[in-house]
T-cell receptor, first 110, second 115 residues
């Protein structure tokens, strides 16, 4: 079992729709969770962080965390073609290492 | 405020050679982590340095090593290069170490190609 798992996609949504990206993790004592966006040929860019159960909103982005289910998600409202990228989930666990999932490729169709 | 700076951006080497990559963190950041990114394996953690000490290490062979200087700048070295070492090497910095809520910010990376 991978430490951080994401569906590789591609997840294809029409422009204006809500994109839902999911991530599960195996380390039960993980404390902090991050979402990064990576455009093709570029480096990862931090877009959201979440540390406690519930929802955290920042503009069109909402991160959701459920520690009991070991599940974290990212919702992108009003998706735009410019949101087309790979989204990486990162989890900092008991070892303090930041472990990344393999990423979900999002494609927003105009 | 300048971001994380990695040099060089591109590098071509041949099998058996060694290479040194450099990373300057964001001003004030004292923790530096290194990652290898390949299409097949994704983003793999190499090691993390804070206060010139290696704090964490990933599952890479001893050919991969690193160090951090007193000004928080870091270098990583790969010896006896293999074809499989071709990858994007990313450096990320954060304020400190020990606070799990600290996010990491990435540089543009060094793309290493082994011929």
């Amino acid at each position: 079992q991978k430490e951080v798992e994401q569906n590789s996609g591609p997840l294809s949504v029409p422009e204006g729709a809500i994109a839902s990206l999911n991530c599960t993790y195996s380390d039960r004592v993980s404390q902090s969770f991050f979402w990064y966006r990576q455009y093709s040929g570029k480096s990862p860019e931090l877009i959201m962080s979440i540390y406690s159960n519930g929802d955290k909103e920042d503009g069109r982005f909402t991160a959701q965390l459920n520690k009991a289910s070991q599940y974290v998600s990212l919702l992108i409202r009003d998706s735009q073609p410019s949101d087309s990228a790979t989204y990486l989930c990162a989890v900092r666990g008991s070892s303090y290492k930041l472990i990344f999932g393999s990423g979900t490729r999002l494609l927003v169709r105009p | 405020k300048a971001g994380v700076t990695q040099t060089p951006r591109y590098l071509i080497k041949t099998r058996g050679q060694q290479v040194t990559l450099s990373c300057s963190p964001i001003s004030g950041h004292r923790s530096v982590s290194w990652y290898q990114q390949t299409p097949g394996q994704g983003l793999q953690f190499l090691f993390e340095y804070f206060s010139e000490t290696q704090r964490n290490k990933g599952n890479f062979p001893g050919r991969f090593s690193g160090r951090q200087f007193s000004n928080s700048r870091s270098e990583m070295n790969v010896s006896t290069l293999e074809l499989g070492d071709s990858a994007l090497y990313l450096c990320a910095s954060s304020l400190g170490w020990g606070d799990s809520n600290q996010p990491q910010h990435f540089g543009d990376g060094t793309r290493l190609s082994i011929l």
